[in-house]
């Protein structure tokens, strides 16, 4: 180690840490007492990781205590203490983990707390939650030595724009013998954070479930634990109230909500463990990270492992919780994570048993499901696209807007079908107001079929593959060829319209295709309108025009030329067979058939000027101009 290393040495915050420093130490927050759940749960962490790293190297943990979290308050100096004997932080640990922060997504975030002003959740769920500290300490002092090492370092900052890390005192080198010690000096108006009975109320509330003991040493008096450190998954269902739960929840997932759904089970058999997992009630900071990773813990016989196991699906990665199992080897290694059968099967049986609560959840408590939708619908449909063995279930937790009405189940649609009607018909789109003006939606509306309007992102995946439900075909309008004419209409059709002589077939698109040329790939008379001119549509072979659009703005695939569809008896069209072939008049009136369909398909026209000055030539020649 060089003199450089060993002397004291300031150096700045990374220029995230200090944003969201100005934000703590300006106490943007109402509510403070979060910063003793962040470092109790931040020492739980250091101890849980000595544990596991003493499986392999049991000479970390020596003779000392037990694990354990010990909080001091000392009126007379002002300072509040939280010690743990974890594993503790060498020199450049310190650095790394105090004065950056390694996660994609940091601004983004620092923006959302600008925003929200409440940033209990946000804080808890996106690991930053020592800073929250600058809430109530005017200076911040953390001494750490890491298991088997020597050297004591020291870290000191005020919530500036940066820390000092220094060699420990010998003073402070006597008191930290392995592990972390945080001094918190309390600004005046965080002195009561001092009180016993604050913090005891504090770790009631958010600490109780730790694992380690939690102990309170008052100024006066002996040494007292305050919570229960007992492994809640591990007890009886029938021990536990819906508070334990809600305690738990917002311990193990550092939330502030309300569990939508909890499910807590014990498999017995081939292989042993114990389930406690929870669905949110609100969306996680983090639900649409590129990497979907899941947030379900495993501990092996109560020994922490990783959070990082992918123990459910991508799709159930909102599920937040623990999975305690009794067979797996304790220091099993991420290879054998990603390859041990015996975590493949309770993978398996644990996302059948969720899939399966949920669908429970629908049946016995709409209220609640509805508020597990809202927040994770996207998210659940990503397992039609992804997930063939439930993809039946999951269509059938899945709830819709449809031209009917919101939240509408399959079932709901299949039991409002229209004489004749054999299959489910849908609508992909961008929005759930341009779909409900979609003119694809005509002979569906005129024959009264409620039709989904579906306009999330993952829709335009999942419905490019196949499906059916309970026997059911499930069709698209805006792709292939559509034949309503089995289902009779329940509108009153125009009769002025329909004594309205219909344009030649064969000439008019012949017309239209010389007009257009290559921008489209086809021009069909269309079976879907009735009031509108033209639409778009993708063929029955190809990825639908809504997929295309979303691979195409992430350069993942070329765009294919779509087929025009054209009402025969609309003025437009039989303008067209009026004109002569091949004058401007069937040029301009092919082209505005085509680009006011995209236009009501949200595109742009190809040519946004050719558009303007030819929508104002027609114009102006219906003026007689």
Known sequence: MTTSDTAAHTQPFQAEVSELL?????????????????????????????????????????????????????KTAGTLTI?????????????????TIARSGTKAFVSKLKEARDGLGLIGQFGVGFYSAFMVAEKIVVVSRRAGESDVWSWTSSGGSGFEIARASDEEAARVARGTEIVLHLKDDAKKYLETYEIERIVSAYSDNILFPIELVPEEGEPRQINSASALWQRSKSELTAEDYKKAYQQIASAFDDPAMTLHYRAEGRYSYAVLLFAPSTKPFDLFEPNRKGRVKLYVRRVFITDDADLLPGYLRF??????????????????????????????????????????????DPENFARIWDAFGAVLKEGIYEDFERREKLLSLSRFTTTSGEKRSLKDVIAGFK?????????????????????????????????????????????????????????????????????????????????EPAADEAATIAMIKAALGERVSDVKVSTRLTSSASCLVADSQGPSRELERILSQQNRGMRTKPILEINLRHPLVTAITRAQAGSRAVDDLSLLLLEQAQILDGELPEDPAAFAARLNRLVLQGLGG
Not at 83 to 99: F, K, P, V
Not at 460 to 468: C, G, H, L, Q, Y
Request: proline share 6%; charged share 30%; net charge negative.
């Open 319 to 364: 599920i937040r919780g623990v999975v305690d199992s009794e067979d797996l080897p304790l220091n099993i290694s991420r290879e054998m994570l990603q390859n041990n059968p015996q975590l493949a099967q309770i993978r398996k049986a644990v996302a059948t048993r969720v899939v399966s609560e949920l669908e429970s959840l629908a049946d016995k």
């Open 83 to 99: 010690a743990d004997n974890g594993i503790g932080m060498e020199r450049q640990e310190l650095i790394d983990h105090l004065g």
């Open 419 to 499: 004489p004749n009607q054999t299959e489910i018909y849908y609508l992909v789109g961008d929005s759930i107001e341009r779909l409900k003006s979609n003119p694809r939606l005509e002979a569906a509306t005129a024959r009264g079929i409620e039709v989904l309007l579906l306009s999330d992102p993952v829709d335009a995946f999942w419905t490019s593959m196949p499906s059916e439900f309970d026997g059911k075909p499930l069709k698209s309008l805006s792709q292939g060829d559509l034949n309503l004419d089995l289902i009779p209409r329940t509108d009153e059709p125009d009769e002025a319209k329909q004594d």
């Open 22 to 74: 100005h934000l703590m130490v300006h106490s943007v927050y109402s509510e403070t007492d979060i910063f003793l759940r962040e470092l109790v749960s931040n020492a739980s962490d250091a101890c849980d990781k000595l544990r596991y790293e003493a499986i392999a190297s049991p000479e970390l943990l020596g003779e000392g205590d037990a694990l354990k979290i010990r909080i001091i308050p000392n």
